[in-house]
């Protein structure tokens, strides 16, 4: 009967495994849809991408050659830059969901929903507002680092067949990031949990200098994080999960018989008979 518990467990997480799976594999297409269906709008977006650039100067942002011009001095940085942007987004939030999924459910499935919708609403925008990058866009004087320095997650823009480039509002990987750094939060305890929100900060600032994203293509999609974690009910405590093993049944005690309370002045009548003879 063990064996059968035991069986009927492990075919349960490994269904709820290929779930996961499959519609990581949804998004993946329907990713993959979205740059089909803007493939010929490249004058388009980067028509938005100039739009775009005027309108941060005039809401008065930072300048974002003014954050990458420093860097292209030094070789080193600017590669852990490109590293980071390249090698950091999708192994990050696959250890955080792996990590929650196996630890903390509740807290894996609020965030599995949070990234699955703000995706689904950031391939809506991206079809229906294709949005060159600032590296792309020939008004912003941004350098494409990736194909100076490397490491290049991209190919020529025409040609890519793999990746979306005329996307860049909203930022996924700044919008990924703060949606795994708050799950994180959520989940630990003390000061430290602050942390957390290195990443996202971090990330922020990479995708800027890297030339990949517009100030307000990050700030886009913290807006529509912070509305999807509104919208979103909050996970219930997580109950502990106990090992397998032999279901041990509970005895319970049985009941006292009623009766009155014996007084210990007043003799039983097995003392009576116990006493010596002669006394009393």
């Known amino acids: ?76 940085l600017v590669r852990v830059a490109n590293s980071y942007y390249a090698y950091v987004h999708f192994p990050a939030t696959v250890l955080c969901l792996v990590w929650l999924w196996l630890r903390r459910p509740a ?36 350098v494409d680092t990736g194909t100076r320095f490397g490491p290049s997650v991209y190919g020529p823009p025409d040609t890519d067949q793999l990746s979306n480039q005329y996307a860049a509002m909203p930022s996924l990987h700044v919008g990924w990031a703060l949606a795994i750094a708050v799950a994180l939060m959520a989940v630990t305890t003390g000061r430290r949990r602050w942390l957390w929100l290195l990443h996202p900060l971090v990330t922020a600032l990479v995708v800027v200098v890297t030339g990949n994203h517009y100030w307000l293509d990050g700030v886009v999609a913290v807006v529509l994080l912070v509305v999807i974690l509104a919208v979103l009910p909050t996970p219930a405590p ?13 005895v319970v005690p049985a009941p006292r018989r009623a009766g009155r309370r014996r007084n210990p002045k007043v003799p039983a009548a097995a003392d009576v008979r116990l006493r010596p003879p002669g006394r009393g």
Do not use: S
Request: proline share 8%.
């Open 1 to 76: 009967m063990d064996v059968t518990r035991t069986a009927h467990a492990r075919l349960a997480a490994w269904q709820r495994a290929a779930r996961e799976l499959a519609l990581v594999a949804v998004l993946f297409l329907a990713y993959k849809a979205g740059r089909q269906v803007v493939a010929g709008h490249a004058e388009v977006a980067l028509a938005n991408g100039e739009w775009v650039w005027r309108l941060e100067r005039l809401l008065r942002l930072p300048d974002e050659t003014l954050v990458q011009g420093p860097l292209l001095a030094h070789d080193l």
């Open 107 to 142: 807290h894996y499935v609020r965030l599995r929903r949070a990234l699955a919708a703000l995706t689904a609403v950031a391939l809506v925008l991206h079809v229906c507002v294709p949005l060159a990058p600032p590296r792309l866009t020939a008004l912003t004087g941004l």
């Open 238 to 250: 997580d109950l502990p999960t106990l090992p397998p093993g032999p279901v041990r049944p509970h």
